[in-house]
T-cell receptor, first 113, second 114 residues
Framework: DAEITQSPRHKITETGRQVTLACHQT?????MFWYRQDLGHGLRLIHY???????NKGEVSDGYSVSRSNTEDLPLTLESAASSQTSVYFC????????????FGPGTRLTVL | EDKVVQSPLSLVVHEGDTVTLNCSYE??????LLWYKQEKKAPTFLFML????IEKKSGRLSSILDKKELFSILNITATQTGDSAIYLC??????????????FGKGTKLSVKP
């Protein structure tokens, strides 16, 4: 069955370190998204991609980067982790059709000490 | 600025009660409104609404959209403890890409007590 996976599921790191969160989907979806979820803010869009080599900034992109070298993967990199980036991160993907819903991965809980 | 506002932010009811969750929005070039249920993991899709006045129904859950007044409601009848979750409302705008981005509300936390 097609699915969307994230790794690691839990990560603890230190301030200033570079961290990469992986997202892999086997739906063959062109569209992929990264969100963070924090208490009091709900889900907020970090970056998104509409296809290979395409990346776009979302609402809260500062301190994050993504690259899309193939259809299946959209890794999220925190260049220099900050305590404010402690959060739960969700990856999602969707097809190109109008009305295609986004399917979410299981999430990665990141703690920056 | 595009935004989605959900109310109430939290709600405690007893099994068997009926609840109504609210979602109002302001978004550029509205495309669709989606409801998700989030338990202890990733959000799972419930409904997508694109047209006013057409009720979507799935078991005890139903939802309707009013594009004139810019809001949607999610109803849950005969609530059960398994309905306890955070319910997220998201609105998709059309920004010229193959799919617009979702703007999420902060969610309504529903607790159903036995």
């Amino acid at each position: 069955d097609a699915e969307i996976t994230q790794s690691p599921r839990h990560k603890i790191t230190e301030t200033g370190r570079q961290v990469t969160l992986a997202c892999h989907q086997t739906w063959n979806h062109n569209n992929m998204f990264w969100y963070r979820q924090d208490l009091g803010h709900g889900l907020r869009l970090i970056h998104y991609s509409y296809g290979v080599q395409d990346t776009n900034k979302g609402e809260v992109s500062d301190g994050y980067s993504v690259s899309r070298s193939n259809t299946e993967d959209l890794p999220l990199t925190l260049e220099s982790a900050a305590s404010s980036q402690t959060s739960v991160y969700f990856c999602a993907s969707s097809g190109d059709g109008w009305g295609d819903t986004q399917y979410f991965g299981p999430g990665t809980r990141l703690t920056v000490l | 600025e595009d935004k989605v506002v959900q109310s109430p932010l939290s709600l405690v009811v007893h099994e068997g009660d009926t609840v109504t969750l609210n979602c109002s929005y302001e978004v550029t070039n509205f495309r669709s409104l989606l409801w998700y249920k989030q338990e202890k993991k990733a959000p799972t899709f419930l409904f997508m609404l694109t047209s006013s006045g057409i009720e979507k129904k799935s078991g005890r859950l139903s939802s309707i959209l009013d594009k004139k007044e810019l809001f949607s409601i999610l109803n849950i009848t005969a609530t059960q403890t398994g309905d306890s979750a955070i319910y997220l409302c998201a609105v998709e705008g059309d920004y010229g890409g193959s799919q617009g981005n979702l703007i999420f509300g902060k969610g309504t936390k529903l607790s159903v007590k036995p």
